[in-house]
């Protein structure tokens, strides 16, 4: 009952009506389109592209200054393969030139900040109305696994690290139950805190799960060896890492469910998700024009693992135009059985995140370290590395240097997860050296 009061009556008045967004109405929009022809919403993508790129080109400085170097006119872009001539936007692009990016037409524009699970954190800006379209595309996403607002659901997943103030844990809580959402942490994965979790999961008789993929797998092996059956939900959600197969078939067999995985990240929230057929991921192609490139920047050959490339349609607060996020996937944009007009993207390989452990037999997933860390904006690249139980080292390259008081927040917050058993040792470094393939591995778990 609360569920469909929820989704047709409050859940509209307080994003519509309160917080004055367009949420619901580009939901409904994204319900429709999703049934379009790919031709059709090729032609749309060319659409919104052809305005992005007047609208940087404009008022954006960065963008102007070098595409005019370059000899780029914007109006030329006449198909979406003339875009391939568009230089490619890194995260360092962004940090040099970050207020240079941002738009000086009247937007109401907020800063985000990424995780860095490529090991780089990251602030950048959005306007409001992407924040809606993304939003949008998550709900419709989600809804696919039958995961939309208004059901009754619960997350494995990050909480807040370091001192919250009271009255804005208060108003998470309320935030939370407002939208039927418990939140177990996985940052402290103990097996006595594993077993609250599965008490609390017991009682509280979610219809979803959301969780990361890594904690939820830890969870499920948990649950299994204990031999602790817990309550059937309709279905499971992950997200933040690749799902791997015999992943799926461990946490499937535990909880009985369905899993629907799921892409994104912080700069564009879901990029793509698992419909009912799981055959891939159907793009937000909507509100983002996604490639797979090698590294010269040409096209990935079908079949064959690429960087991924993306451009948010509608950001328009600070554009993000053929900007490489850092991950890996499979090239080869197919369609799917289930008659949606939105392509495949076949398989992501680049996004997995180590397990540390502890001698007291507690898993921390690695995405604990990104979360964290998000929160110190001097550090620039870091990378954690457990070579033996007892040891955790937290290589850092940092701008300026971090305070004796950080220093010590920073600590502090990775010991409530590992416990006394372990010691936690900052190093200081000029550079954190890449892998043959081109990457940062951000968790090295090599006991």
């Given at each position: 009952m609360y569920g469909q009061l929820y989704r047709h009556l409050l859940l509209p008045l307080f994003d519509g009506v309160v917080k004055g967004r367009r949420t619901m109405s580009?939901?409904?929009?994204?319900?429709?389109?999703?049934?379009?022809?790919?031709?059709?919403?090729?032609?749309?993508?060319?659409?919104?592209?052809?305005?992005?790129?007047?609208?940087?080109h404009k008022t954006c400085s960065y963008y102007a200054e070098d595409w005019n170097a370059r000899g780029l006119d914007v109006s030329q872009v006449k198909t979406l393969a003339d875009f391939s001539a568009w230089p490619l936007l890194t995260r360092d692009v962004i940090r040099r030139h970050r207020l240079k990016m941002r738009t000086t037409a009247e937007v109401k524009r907020m800063t985000k900040a990424t995780g860095g699970s490529s090991?780089?954190?990251?602030?950048?800006?959005?306007?409001?109305?992407?924040?809606?379209?993304?939003?949008?595309?998550?709900?419709?996403?989600?809804?696919?696994?039958?995961?939309?607002?208004?059901?009754?659901?619960?997350?494995?997943?990050?909480?807040?690290?370091?001192?919250?103030?009271?009255?804005?844990?208060?108003?998470?809580?309320l935030h939370h139950r407002f939208d039927r959402h418990l939140i177990l942490s996985c940052f402290e994965f103990t097996p006595e805190r594993m077993r609250q979790h599965f008490e609390r999961m017991n009682r509280y008789r979610a219809d979803v799960i959301v969780a990361y993929t890594n904690p939820l797998y830890e969870f499920a092996r948990f649950l299994k060896r204990e031999s602790l059956k817990p309550v059937r939900p309709n279905a499971i959600v992950v997200g933040a890492e690749k799902l791997h197969d015999f992943q799926r078939e461990v946490i499937e067999e535990v909880f009985g469910a369905p899993i629907f995985e799921t892409y994104g990240?912080?700069?564009?929230?879901?990029?793509?998700?698992?419909?009912?057929?799981?055959?891939?991921?159907h793009l937000s192609m909507e509100n983002l024009l996604v490639e797979i490139l090698n590294d010269d920047g040409s096209p990935?050959?079908?079949?064959?693992?690429?960087?991924?490339?993306?451009?948010?349609?509608?950001?328009?607060?600070?554009?993000?135009?053929?900007?490489?996020?850092?991950?890996?996937?499979?090239a080869g944009f197919d369609m799917c059985p289930c008659g949606r007009g939105l392509p495949l993207l076949k398989k992501v390989v680049g996004r997995q995140l180590d397990t540390l452990e502890t001698p007291d037999g507690r898993k921390i997933p690695g995405e604990f370290f990104p979360h964290l860390i998000k929160e110190f904006p001097a550090i620039r690249r870091f990378q954690i590395v457990q070579e033996k139980l007892e040891l955790i080292t937290l290589k850092l390259v940092v701008d300026g240097g971090l305070t004796l008081a950080e220093r010590e927040q920073l600590l502090g917050e990775v010991r409530k997860c590992t416990g006394t058993q372990v010691d936690i040792r900052l190093q200081m470094v000029d550079d954190i050296p890449l892998t043959n393939a081109g990457k940062l591995k951000v968790v090295v778990h090599a006991v």
């Open positions: 580009l939901w409904r929009d994204a319900e429709e389109s999703q049934w379009w022809s790919r031709e059709r919403l090729e032609g749309l993508q060319l659409e919104s592209l052809q305005g992005l790129l007047q609208h940087a090991g780089e954190p990251l602030q950048f800006d959005l306007d409001s109305g992407s924040n809606d379209r993304r939003t949008a595309m998550t709900y419709r996403g989600y809804g696919w696994a039958g995961a939309a607002p208004g059901t009754k659901q619960l997350y494995i997943w990050g909480t807040a690290v370091g001192k919250v103030p009271g009255w804005k844990r208060l108003k998470m809580d990240s912080r700069e564009f929230m879901l990029i793509g998700a698992e419909c009912e057929h799981h055959t891939g991921l990935t050959p079908h079949g064959e693992e690429g960087n991924v490339v993306i451009t948010d349609l509608f950001n328009y607060g600070m554009p993000f135009i053929r900007y490489v996020n850092g991950d890996r996937a499979v």
